[in-house]
């Protein structure tokens, strides 16, 4: 009867064992799933509607105008991507992809205002949506600010100085 008794446990042991195989291996399969879905995610280009694409900013720059932004600027998003726009904000360690450095010249000459003000209208995981938050005025002011960040050495006011050539670089600061 004992006999019987261990015989038993041991089947009975043997059969949660490979059900713990096969558990354990589908949660590593379903890791590399996420893993790998998560990694096509990050490179994934923000689809923007064309017709979003060529919408051009109806807000004029102006001191007043980019004061306004900076102050919701301030408020809404150097908590992610820093003052100054470096993407190096408090909270920017936290995020997983880290929020982008609107400073690069490079890459934001790559992208539209209407593209800017769509994806600030409506997020991206772990950005939020700020189409409920904040009016379409005070998004287009954000183009415009976003817009000054990337602006060392392509000025978005052509300032017509005869001797801007010196000068041109060296960005006001505050
Ligand atoms: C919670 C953190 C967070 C906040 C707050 C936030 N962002 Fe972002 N932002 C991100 C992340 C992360 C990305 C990159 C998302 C991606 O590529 O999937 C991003 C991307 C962007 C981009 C696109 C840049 C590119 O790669 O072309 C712009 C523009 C932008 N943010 C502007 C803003 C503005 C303006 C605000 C405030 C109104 C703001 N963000 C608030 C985290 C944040």
């Not at 994934?44 to 051009?56: L, S």
């Not at 939020?128 to 009016?135: D, G």
């Not at 415009?144 to 300032?159: C, G, K, M, T, W």
């Amino acid at each position: 009867m004992c006999e019987n008794f261990l015989v038993a446990m041991s089947t009975d042991a043997q059969a949660n064992l490979k059900t713990r195989k096969i558990l354990f291996a589908s949660l590593l399969a379903l890791i590399c799933i996420v893993l790998v879905y998560a990694a096509f995610q990050r490179d994934k280009p923000w689809i923007v509607p064309e017709e979003v694409k060529k919408r051009k900013n109806p807000i004029a720059p102006s001191d007043s105008t980019l004061k306004a932004a900076r102050g919701i600027y301030m408020h809404e998003c150097a908590q992610c991507h820093g003052e100054h726009g470096k993407g190096d904000g408090p909270e920017a360690m936290m995020h997983d992809p880290p929020p982008s450095d609107i400073t690069d010249t490079r890459h934001m000459n790559t992208v539209t205002d209407g593209e800017i003000f769509y994806q600030i209208s409506e997020g991206r995981k772990p950005m939020p949506s700020f189409k409920k938050r904040l009016t379409e005025d005070q998004r287009w002011g954000l183009v415009l600010l976003v817009r000054s960040f990337s602006a060392s050495s392509a000025p978005p006011i052509q300032e017509k100085k005869p001797d801007a050539g010196k000068n041109a670089t060296a960005a006001p600061k505050e």
